[in-house]
């Protein structure tokens, strides 16, 4: 018994330890006339992808700083955020929010910065009080909007769960055509999908705690939950494990990550 209560304290341990890991992955993609994608850092448009911080009580504003100074180091041309910046609002609703706001104001982009919202930023009745964080930060949203950033047409579709979300969207006229989503299963519903070139998502945290031959795949991430997937000769999805955890602060064998796409 005390063998049993050791070991699931050890497990307890590293998998909040594993929480304050980083992982930095590298993509460049080219439409050679198929999508193609390498992992490599080679292309003349960055884009840095990040998902799920949630902020709370586990993962506070200072901790952000981590991320920041690695995004910064990259010197990106675009930063893209695809949703849940919180837990629960209703844990910030009177804590001072002014060290989110700092840290997210500080992450630099040549080109600017876009999010849209994840089904935990509409929790408590928090969705306008998440968009006006990141609108004084200085990002866009794009709530099932589209913007044309250098030769990069960039959308975004709100969360299936607690947004609108218009499927029916369509990039502008450009030479790379990216679209935002929270929840990767959203792919499916998407109207005009081969218009978009690639397509970011997050939610699944993949999985949060893997174990071997045991993935949990929380809705709206049952079909693509972590990684990359050609959806069709013209269109590539990758799925963004993200930052922070839900439920339990702790992962297992799913290093929080932060994604560079080259074009």
Same mark, same amino acid.
């Given at each position: 018994?005390?063998?049993?209560?050791?070991?699931?304290?050890?497990?307890?341990?590293y998998?909040?330890?594993?929480? %304050?890991? /980083?992982?930095?992955?590298?993509?460049? *993609?080219?439409?050679?006339?198929?999508?193609?994608?390498? &992992?490599? #850092?080679? =292309?003349?448009?960055?884009?840095?992808?990040?998902?799920?911080?949630?902020?709370?009580?586990?993962?506070?504003?200072?901790?952000?700083?981590?991320?920041?100074?690695?995004?910064?180091?990259?010197?990106?041309?675009?930063?893209?955020f695809?949703?849940?910046?919180?837990?629960?609002?209703?844990?910030?609703?009177k804590?001072?929010?002014?060290?989110?706001?700092?840290q997210?104001?500080?992450?630099?982009?040549?080109?600017?910065?876009?999010a849209?919202?994840?089904?935990?930023?509409?929790?408590?009745d928090?969705?306008?009080?998440?968009?006006?964080?990141?609108?004084?930060?200085? %990002?866009? /949203?794009?709530?099932?909007?589209?913007? *044309?950033?250098?030769?990069?047409?960039?959308?975004?579709i &709100?969360? #299936?769960? =607690?947004?609108?979300?218009?499927?029916?969207?369509?990039?502008?006229?450009?030479?790379?055509?990216?679209?935002?989503?929270?929840?990767?299963?959203?792919?499916?519903?998407?109207?005009?999908?081969?218009?978009?070139?690639?397509?970011?998502?997050?939610?699944?945290h993949?999985?949060?705690?893997?174990?071997?031959?045991?993935?949990?795949?929380?809705?709206g991430?049952?079909?693509?939950?972590?990684?990359?997937?050609?959806?069709?000769?013209?269109?590539?999805?990758?799925v963004?494990?993200?930052?922070?955890?839900?439920?339990?602060?702790?992962?297992?064998?799913?290093?929080?990550?932060?994604?560079?796409?080259?074009?």
């Amino acid at each position: 018994m005390l063998i049993i209560l050791l070991g699931i304290a050890l497990f307890i341990l590293y998998a909040r330890y594993e929480t %304050f890991n /980083l992982k930095e992955k590298h993509f460049s *993609l080219k439409k050679e006339p198929q999508i193609k994608i390498t &992992e490599e #850092s080679t =292309g003349s448009f960055t884009i840095a992808h990040i998902s799920d911080v949630h902020f709370s009580r586990f993962y506070s504003a200072k901790r952000f700083s981590k991320i920041v100074a690695a995004i910064n180091r990259q010197s990106p041309d675009v930063i893209v955020f695809t949703g849940d910046l919180v837990e629960d609002f209703r844990y910030w609703r009177k804590k001072d929010c002014s060290g989110i706001i700092r840290q997210l104001k500080a992450l630099q982009a040549n080109q600017g910065k876009f999010a849209i919202l994840g089904n935990h930023d509409y929790q408590s009745d928090g969705q306008q009080h998440v968009q006006n964080l990141l609108i004084e930060s200085g %990002f866009k /949203l794009l709530d099932n909007r589209t913007q *044309l950033v250098n030769s990069i047409s960039l959308s975004g579709i &709100e969360d #299936s769960q =607690g947004g609108k979300p218009d499927y029916s969207i369509t990039p502008l006229p450009a030479d790379f055509s990216v679209l935002l989503l929270h929840e990767p299963d959203q792919v499916n519903q998407v109207q005009f999908l081969s218009a978009f070139d690639l397509v970011l998502a997050g939610h699944s945290h993949g999985g949060q705690l893997r174990f071997p031959g045991v993935t949990y795949r929380n809705q709206g991430s049952k079909k693509y939950w972590a990684g990359t997937y050609h959806l069709s000769d013209k269109t590539m999805l990758i799925v963004n494990t993200g930052l922070g955890t839900t439920g339990p602060p702790l992962r297992f064998r799913v290093i929080p990550e932060i994604l560079y796409l080259h074009l």
